[in-house]
């Protein structure tokens, strides 16, 4: 399968003066030249930039177009990938306002609130306005006419593993809250929920799509200066749990972890959060017959802590 790989600023919302900086790298089909139906897509929030560290394992692996490509080597050539950095930020701090508005200037957030569902809703245009634009840079670089509509569809429809990354894994606290008071389906079915029209979709084009899709939660390293790098609340999890239990398909929660952030013994609160939220989770699993499922990984065992470590995660984290 042929692959385009680009960096698009993407302007969420008409008013606003802030542009979002995806990089992706897309699986094309041979014949008709289109943008293929991928068996997933894998969506990466970044965190905090780290700006002249003069280390070239930190400056690589800072590259959201490098990411691309490394999410696409662990997921598989179907799969799409994109890497998706914050809006705004506050000197080198991440600030996802249009994802969680209740971020204070430095983006770090008060509380996970899925009133209006700004994530699920933010993220459906954002891939959509991505996709579009990305078209648009397609045809103008192939001689022959762009079909623009996807071939070749795979048999099922395309599963979404989302991953966040340091200060990204609060879009991801935002989403999975999103989900958990998200409409119920009726009863599961063969698709996961999903409607049986052939309307194939590259991207989800609905939160709803959006949500039945979801296959995987990869948090990793996450980590912040303040409470709130890990969602604990009983109640959101309880009510993920009940929805999963809805579904024909499972959801898999994986937590990548290094010494940087859960031996941190300044910021003790982050492995605290990380084992309330992996405890919630493994007392509702009986609920759901096997469908949900929890891994955690620790990298870099008894090394001393370090920013390269922090990086190098995202090259060496094992998604099976």
């Given at each position: 399968?042929?692959?385009?790989?680009?960096?698009?600023?993407?302007?969420?919302?008409?008013?606003?003066?802030?542009?979002?900086?995806?990089?992706?790298?897309?699986?094309?089909?041979?014949?008709?030249?289109?943008?293929?139906?991928?068996?997933?897509?894998?969506?990466?929030?970044?965190?905090?930039?780290?700006?002249?560290?003069?280390?070239?394992?930190?400056?690589?692996?800072?590259?959201?177009?490098?990411?691309?490509?490394?999410?696409?080597?662990?997921?598989?050539?179907?799969?799409?990938?994109?890497?998706?950095?914050?809006?705004i930020?506050?000197?080198p701090?991440?600030?996802?306002?249009?994802?969680?508005?209740?971020v204070?200037?430095?983006?770090?957030?008060?509380?996970?609130?899925?009133?209006?569902?700004?994530?699920?809703?933010?993220?459906?245009?954002?891939?959509?306005?991505?996709?579009?634009?990305?078209?648009?840079?397609?045809?103008?670089?192939?001689?022959?006419?762009?079909?623009?509509?996807?071939?070749?569809?795979?048999?099922?429809?395309?599963?979404?593993?989302?991953l966040?990354?340091s200060?990204?894994?609060?879009?991801?606290?935002?989403?999975?809250?999103?989900?958990?008071?998200?409409?119920?389906?009726?009863?599961?079915?063969?698709?996961?929920?999903?409607?049986?029209?052939?309307?194939?979709?590259?991207?989800?084009?609905?939160?709803?799509?959006?949500?039945?899709?979801?296959?995987?939660i990869?948090?990793?390293?996450?980590?912040?200066?303040?409470?709130?790098?890990?969602?604990?609340?009983?109640?959101?999890?309880?009510?993920?749990?009940?929805?999963?239990?809805?579904?024909?398909?499972?959801?898999?929660?994986?937590f990548?972890?290094?010494?940087?952030?859960?031996c941190?013994e300044?910021?003790?609160?982050?492995?605290?959060?990380?084992?309330?939220?992996?405890?919630?989770?493994?007392?509702?699993?009986h609920?759901?017959?096997?469908?949900?499922?929890?891994?955690?990984?620790?990298y870099?065992?008894?090394?001393?802590?370090?920013?390269?470590?922090?990086?190098?995660?995202?090259?060496?984290m094992?998604?099976?």
């Amino acid at each position: 399968m042929d692959r385009w790989i680009g960096v698009l600023k993407i302007q969420l919302y008409p008013n606003s003066n802030s542009f979002y900086r995806v990089a992706a790298s897309l699986g094309l089909s041979s014949s008709p030249k289109s943008l293929a139906v991928p068996s997933g897509n894998a969506i990466f929030f970044s965190g905090d930039r780290v700006e002249e560290t003069e280390n070239p394992v930190i400056e690589r692996l800072s590259d959201p177009q490098r990411i691309a490509e490394i999410l696409v080597s662990k997921f598989g050539g179907s799969i799409n990938a994109f890497v998706v950095e914050a809006p705004i930020f506050n000197g080198p701090f991440a600030v996802y306002k249009d994802f969680i508005p209740s971020v204070n200037e430095n983006g770090e957030p008060k509380s996970y609130d899925a009133t209006g569902f700004p994530a699920s809703t933010s993220l459906v245009l954002l891939l959509s306005k991505f996709l579009a634009e990305a078209k648009n840079v397609i045809l103008g670089k192939q001689k022959e006419p762009y079909q623009g509509e996807p071939s070749a569809p795979f048999p099922c429809k395309p599963k979404t593993a989302l991953l966040g990354f340091s200060k990204g894994g609060t879009v991801i606290n935002q989403l999975i809250t999103e989900f958990g008071f998200s409409e119920l389906p009726p009863q599961a079915n063969t698709n996961g929920g999903l409607s049986s029209k052939q309307d194939d979709w590259i991207v989800p084009t609905s939160k709803e799509q959006l949500f039945n899709s979801i296959a995987e939660i990869h948090y990793v390293d996450v980590g912040l200066n303040t409470e709130g790098a890990y969602l604990t609340s009983k109640d959101v999890i309880d009510r993920i749990s009940e929805r999963i239990a809805r579904r024909a398909s499972g959801i898999r929660f994986l937590f990548h972890g290094t010494p940087r952030q859960w031996c941190d013994e300044r910021r003790v609160w982050i492995r605290k959060e990380k084992d309330a939220l992996v405890r919630l989770l493994k007392r509702t699993a009986h609920r759901n017959m096997g469908k949900l499922h929890i891994c955690e990984r620790l990298y870099f065992p008894g090394e001393l802590p370090g920013l390269q470590m922090h990086f190098e995660i995202i090259e060496i984290m094992d998604v099976s």
